[in-house]
């Protein structure tokens, strides 16, 4: 059975950098074609993907964060880690991980936590 | 960079079936994955590869992609298929995950 589990601040400051943790069970990244992805999805607004590490830890990131943004994983302790610097009132969102597939070419999320509500304000 | 390109909304009557289009150059060259949002709830893949489903998906749920469109079918619509519908692919020329804008899916 999979799970995954984000866990970090409900609540952070303009400026301050975030850091999710996603707990996950039910498989390993170390297993070839597993990956593990953050997306956020703004209050009424559409998904947006963050970032993606596999299970070779080669990491990916969207284009418009990926100077804000680093992922990592601790595959013994079954986490992968989200940090966000410099956080703005507009990086208010809720924030999901996701296992995520990278077989045949493509990727896509088969499993979904259940999301961690991040506001900025000071 | 790609863009996937969604309707907005769609409205459908119970019982009819509702067709949620994604837009993109070339998309029928990519695989097309599908996920249904409800309110207050996390995603759920409801169709990969463009036509699969996952197990639990029910049978109404179906999709296909060709040419610049990709299709979610979803037949014989009832109420509790109301929520956000959002396509995605992986566009392997940048390495990056693109979601469309999403639609919403009411029925009447």
């Known amino acids: 059975q999979v799970t995954l589990r984000e866990s970090g601040p409900a609540l952070v400051k303009p400026t301050q950098t975030l850091t999710l943790t996603c707990t996950f069970s039910?498989?390993?990244?170390?297993?070839?074609?597993?990956?593990v992805s953050w997306v956020r999805q703004p209050p009424g607004k559409a998904l947006e993907w963050l970032a993606l590490i596999d299970w070779d830890d080669d990491k990916y990131y969207s284009t418009s964060l990926k100077t804000r943004l680093t992922i990592s994983k601790d595959t013994s302790k079954n986490q992968v880690v989200l940090t966000m610097t410099n956080m703005d009132p507009v990086d208010t969102a809720t924030y999901y991980c996701?296992?995520?597939?990278?077989?045949?070419?493509?990727?896509?999320?088969?499993?979904w936590g259940q999301g961690t509500l991040v506001t900025v304000s000071s | 960079s790609y863009v996937l390109t969604q309707p907005p909304s769609v409205s459908v009557a119970p019982g009819k079936t509702a067709r949620i289009t994604c837009g993109g150059n070339?998309?029928?060259?990519?695989?097309v994955h599908w996920y249904q949002q409800k309110p207050g709830q996390a995603p759920v893949l409801v169709i990969y590869y463009d036509s699969d489903r996952p197990s639990g998906i029910p049978e109404r749920f179906s999709g296909s992609n060709s040419g610049n469109t990709a299709t979610l079918t979803i037949s014989r619509v009832e109420a509790g298929d109301e929520a956000d519908y959002y396509c995605q692919v992986w566009d392997s020329s940048s390495d990056l995950v693109v979601f469309g804008g999403g639609t919403k899916l009411t029925v009447l």
């Open positions: 039910g498989f390993s990244l170390s297993t070839s074609g597993m990956c």
């Open positions: 996701a296992r995520t597939l990278a077989v045949a070419g493509t990727n896509y999320f088969d499993y």
């Open positions: 070339n998309i029928g060259s990519k695989s």
